[in-house]
């Protein structure tokens, strides 16, 4: 698992992450507010899916506030393919 929060993160060819082949990723994860939803409608333009709703995840200006979880799946080919 790679982590990191605080940055900029752009998850999609063109927007800034060069993910190093190396590292043989097949799925990326975020996490994002459900009221975000500028940032939810970017996500789902590059290929992200919610797959999960953590209810009360945050504490936030007095009260909870429930968070998504998206992911982005790179379709990998089986051994017998090659």
Known sequence: MIGLSGQRLDLAPGLGLRVPKWLNLTQLELEVYTDN????QLYK???FTIES???QFAFRDGQYVD????????QVESRSDR
Not at 67 to 74: K, V
Request: net charge positive; charged share 20%.
């Open 37 to 40: 939803e500028p940032a939810i």
């Open 45 to 47: 333009k590059f290929g």
């Open 53 to 55: 709703t953590l209810a």
């Open 67 to 74: 968070s998504y979880t998206m992911a982005r799946l790179r």
